[in-house]
């Protein structure tokens, strides 16, 4: 069992920047792919970036070029740099932590951009 905890969200102002931990506790020997992913109100989640247990990263359009997704292995722990953001960027992100058999979230981190 995985256990994934998210923190780092916040108020910001257009064009700034914030950064999300994802930490994990648990056995994840067996994880592949860990991810961002994001849910405003009234739509669906949606994936944001991508990285691999061998660190193969990738974004999805709308955030390539000013988020950056990054994990510490000693820590057990991926982030998510978010830069230059965006009202549209508000929404509630959540990590998620799959293997073969099984995928695990976290409980979500409130994002705000906002004059």
């Known amino acids: 069992q995985v256990q994934l905890v998210e923190s780092g969200g916040g108020l910001v102002q257009p064009g700034g920047s914030l950064r999300l931990s994802c930490a994990a506790s648990?056995?994840?020997?067996?994880?592949?792919?860990m991810r961002w992913h994001r849910q405003a109100p009234g739509k669906q989640r949606e994936l944001v970036a991508t990285?691999?247990?061998?660190?193969?990263?990738n974004y999805s359009d709308y955030v390539k070029g000013r988020f950056t997704i990054s994990r510490d292995n000693a820590k057990n722990t991926i982030y998510l740099q978010m830069n230059s953001l965006k009202p549209e960027d508000t929404a509630v992100y959540y990590c998620?932590?799959?293997?073969?058999?099984?995928?695990?979230w976290g409980q979500g981190t409130q994002v705000t951009v906002s004059s």
């Open positions: 998620n932590f799959a293997s073969v058999a099984r995928n695990y």
């Open positions: 648990g056995s994840i020997v067996s994880i592949y792919f």
């Open positions: 990285i691999t247990s061998g660190g193969t990263t």
